[in-house]
């Protein structure tokens, strides 16, 4: 049985880093084939993908966070860390991360999110 | 980026009915569809992949269907447990975009 969850702050200030942890069980990131997604909601609006680590370390991130965005994985621990820098009161949102299979590409287990809230 | 646009954005419905949400990509996805139920407070399930493949577990009444750039769930009688929200994402090429949503209500 697959299993993801979100941890970190649920409140970050303007400008700051926010740093999500994403501990996994079921299956291994170094399993040919497999990746974890980052993928956010604001409240009340849609999911945006924010981007992807695969199983043999390479990453794809959306272009439009990419500036701010970096992926990496701790295969020993089962983890998976997103840091999105220069927060802003825009990035409030529900964050997940979900496994990903290639081949058909979907994500086909979710963690339950964390809300993370940007305010000073 | 590849845009999908879904639709309706909100659709109102009775337990029994037969419902289509459609989405429809701005360039070639070829099959790489997949669609996603959630609801209130959780994070979304997988219910298609790869336009018409029913992911395990999903019951039968969920259909996905592809003609060109357009994709189509059908739920071919609604459910009380069906009233959600549905998001389409292609996942051809990154970012791998998602739709608008809908959201299905009941009449």
């Known amino acids: 049985q697959i299993t993801l969850k979100e941890s970190g702050p649920t409140l970050v200030k303007p400008a700051q880093t926010l740093t999500l942890t994403c501990t996994f069980s079921?299956?291994?990131?170094?399993?040919?084939?497999?990746?974890v997604g980052w993928i956010r909601q604001p409240p009340g609006k849609a999911l945006e993908w924010l981007g992807l680590i695969y199983w043999d370390d390479s990453k794809r991130y959306s272009p439009s966070l990419m500036s701010r965005l970096t992926i990496t994985r701790d295969t020993s621990k089962n983890q998976v860390v997103l840091t999105m820098t220069n927060m802003d009161p825009v990035d409030t949102a529900t964050y997940y991360c979900a496994h990903f299979l290639t081949g058909a590409n979907y994500l086909d287990s979710w963690g339950q999110g964390t809300l993370v809230t940007v305010s000073s | 980026d590849t845009q999908m646009t879904q639709s309706p954005s909100s659709l109102s419905a009775s337990v029994g009915d037969r419902v289509t949400i459609t989405c429809r990509a701005s360039?070639?996805?070829?099959?790489?569809l997949n669609w996603y139920q959630q609801k209130p407070g959780t994070a979304p399930k997988l219910l298609i992949y790869a336009a018409s493949s029913l992911q395990s577990g999903v019951p039968s009444r969920f259909s996905g269907s592809r003609s060109g750039t357009d994709f189509t769930l059908t739920i071919s009688s609604l459910q009380p447990e069906d009233f959600a929200s549905y998001y389409c994402q292609q996942s051809y090429s990154t970012p791998y975009t998602f739709g608008q949503g809908t959201k299905l209500e009941i009449k």
């Open positions: 079921g299956f291994s990131l170094s399993t040919s084939g497999v990746g």
């Open positions: 360039q070639s996805i070829s099959s790489y």
